[in-house]
């Protein structure tokens, strides 16, 4: 097949991306620096989704596109929250315009836990309202829902040591809200699947690791990989909510309410949908074997 994987340069984009080579499809990847690094394997256009007539070419002679854009949760995004809007919302619009264009027929899009139009942070409803418009399309289209994401090139386990300090941290509310990490290397192949396989078309898939762990569990996971122990003390969420509003203020401060409220939201699935897509949850790597290396 002929795969355009839109946002290809990105952590989970480069993944997927090897993994479609292998499978022996012709990929071309796009982003606003898809050039800047250029490989044999692998088409590269530069584009920018908020800016249709950049993007709309590189949809000429494609069967499938993956739509992977994204702006961090994270943190704040340079441009402020509304920026979630114009990227995530208006990007998978002319992902969606562009495609319908040229026939390109299949979109897997990749949304998130708790997309909703409604939803608590401007990335969840970014998500939530991109969703919208996917399903609205005339195309073949899934939707791909994942919890946090680990693997080499992404930044979870970085985001962890941000927020903490060995030997003792605070977290808020003790870091009981709860993730369910999924390995990178188990999504690429999953995502691909879902690419080539016609049964998935109409599939919303909530896809998550093989266990369920708190932010602490995941805080004393990531020291004990680097030989170091972590005592977790519990902030009190409104001075933890306190400390994220004010710092928001700060010009250059990454964080603000908006991750205060991510920080409570738990990002687990009910029913995991890796079995829809033939795994079991107890095939898929756990953080502990990442960050241990086994
Ligand atoms: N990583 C996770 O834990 C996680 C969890 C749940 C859902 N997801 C979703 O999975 C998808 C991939 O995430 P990721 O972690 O791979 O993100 P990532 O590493 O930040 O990659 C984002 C990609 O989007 C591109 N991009 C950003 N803004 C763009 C724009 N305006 N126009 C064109 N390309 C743009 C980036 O390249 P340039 O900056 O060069 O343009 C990059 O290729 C996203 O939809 C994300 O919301 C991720």
Not at 8 to 25: P, Q, S
Not at 197 to 217: I, K, N, R, S
Not at 247 to 265: E, K, V
Request: charged letters at 20%; aromatic letters at 6%.
């Amino acid at each position: 097949m002929q795969i355009l994987v839109v946002g290809g340069t990105g952590f989970v984009g480069t993944a997927l991306v090897r993994e479609l080579c292998a499978r022996d499809h012709a990929v071309t990847v796009l982003s606003r620096t898809a050039e800047a690094e250029p490989s044999d394997d692998v088409r590269a256009v530069d584009g920018d989704v908020t800016d249709y007539e950049s993007i709309e070419g590189a949809f000429a002679g494609q069967d499938a596109v993956v739509n992977l854009v994204a702006l961090s949760p994270l943190f704040t995004p340079p441009g402020g929250n509304e920026m979630h809007e114009r990227v995530h919302l208006d990007g998978t619009r002319h992902v969606v315009e562009a495609a319908a264009a040229h026939g390109v027929d299949k979109l897997v899009q990749m949304s998130a836990l708790g997309a909703d139009p409604e939803g608590p942070t401007a990335y969840l409803r970014a998500k939530g309202n991109a969703e919208r418009v996917v399903r609205a399309s005339t195309l073949d289209w899934v939707l791909v829902r994942p919890s946090v994401v680990f693997g080499d090139g992404g930044e979870f386990v970085d985001f962890t040591k941000l927020l903490t300090t060995p030997y003792v941290t605070g977290l808020p509310g003790g870091g009981r809200t709860c993730f369910q990490p999924l390995w990178v290397g188990d999504l690429a192949p999953m995502l691909a699947d879902a690419v080539e396989d016609d049964a998935h078309v109409g599939g919303v898939y909530e896809l998550g690791g093989p266990e369920v762990l708190t932010l602490a569990d995941v805080t004393k996971l990531v020291y004990r990989a680097d030989g170091r122990a972590v005592r977790v003390l519990p902030v009190p969420m409104a001075l933890a909510k306190v400390g994220l509003t004010l710092g928001a203020l700060l010009p250059g401060f990454p964080m603000g309410s908006d991750q205060y409220r991510s920080l409570r939201l738990d990002n687990t699935v009910d029913e995991n949908d890796v079995r829809a897509l033939g795994r079991e949850p107890s095939d898929l790597r756990t953080l502990d074997s990442y960050l241990t290396g086994d």
